[in-house]
């Protein structure tokens, strides 16, 4: 620590030893060590609380600076090169603590007066804890952290979901899918009252479809009533496919199904669900992971997935894959135009359970624009 040249802080009185001196009561040593400073002196004294490092006994003592040694007066008397004691930074309200090597401490809780006399040795905080003291660094250090904070889940949180998802066990991934239809089943979904012809010809198809660079894409599709959610179509993690009633009707023929279908193996295939899931639990899957314990992450899980609304990137994605598949099968992307221009001015009904309720996908008239430029 860097020290100023002060004087004495008592005029005529031989300084202060530079080696520890021990306490004036007890057999502590002579009390010429101890007395208080002299009240003809200019040196700026501080108030503090003194405990020995054996015992709870407070003893108030009075702080001065003697050149660079810090002396203790009062009930004890020592003095210590300001170079060998610890210094504790300001926090709040909370006392500063100054410690000797063998235990001992001195708190102090006039800070302001305790940073005067540190002053006169030439010391001072360090930078971050001056910063800490001054409203415009703590303002831009607040912005600073908030605008971090931003970044951090707009691009390093869908960074690392996307690295991580591929990663999630296939029996995980089953378990949360199971869990979440169930959950879906229990509140908004019914059996299917489509024909069954019509269901068995929309399976056949799709199992004729679902290819990519020929490989067969894994899938299960499932047909339910769904009253409180009316036309709708979505993908669980596990390529379960769930495809309502009403979109089937809302369909001018099984082309358009398909489409919206080719949609959803997109958001399967990029694993979509997934990095949604492990975006929005990302606090809790930590914890998870440092506890040992993923009950809680697989409890909330299902709920999570239920409730996914997918970025506008995503569904970008997710379009850009069904139109590739549909040429693949030398189709058009038309009916997928068509389908999402009859999602946007289908009727809705929100369901009683609003945290259950699935958002219909956004950005509708971009994402056509999108796909009838790319034909």
Known sequence: MSTSGSEPGAAGSPAAPAHSAQPADGGNGPGHAGAAPSTESAAPTVEGLYFDGRSARAQPVVLTLQGDTLAVHGAVGRSEPLARLRLSEP?????????????????????????????????????????????????????????????????????????????????????????????????????????????????????????????????????????????????????????????????????????????????????????????????????SWYLGDFSGWLATGPTLLAQAAYSRDMEFAADDFAARLLRAQGRSSEPLVSMLEKLQNAPRRKAADSKLWLRSHPQTAERVERLRAGG
Do not use: C, Y
């Open 91 to 287: 926090m709040g309200n909370a006392p500063r603590l100054i410690t000797f090597d063998d235990g001992a401490h001195v708190e102090v809780r006039d800070h302001a007066a305790f940073a005067r006399l540190l002053h006169l040795s030439g010391q001072r905080d360090r930078a971050a804890v001056r910063w800490a003291r001054t409203p415009r660094t703590v303002a831009i250090a607040l912005l600073a952290l908030i605008l971090l904070g931003w970044f951090g889940w707009h691009d390093s949180l869908p960074w690392a979901a996307r690295q991580a998802a591929p990663l999630v066990p296939a029996a995980t991934v089953t378990l949360l899918s199971q869990q979440a239809l169930q959950t879906l089943e229990a509140d908004l979904l019914a059996p299917s009252e489509l024909e069954a012809a019509r269901q068995q010809r929309l399976e056949q198809a799709l199992q004729d479809f679902a290819h990519v660079d020929g490989r067969p894409i894994a899938h299960r599709l499932l047909f339910r009533s769904a009253p409180k959610i009316g036309a709708n179509a979505f993908a669980l993690p596990d390529g379960t496919l769930i495809v309502t009633d009403a979109l089937v009707e809302l369909a001018a023929d099984d082309d358009e199904v398909l489409a919206v279908l080719a949609h959803e193996l997109g958001h399967v295939h990029e694993r979509h669900g997934l990095r949604l899931l492990l975006q929005s639990s990302a606090v809790a899957l930590v914890t």
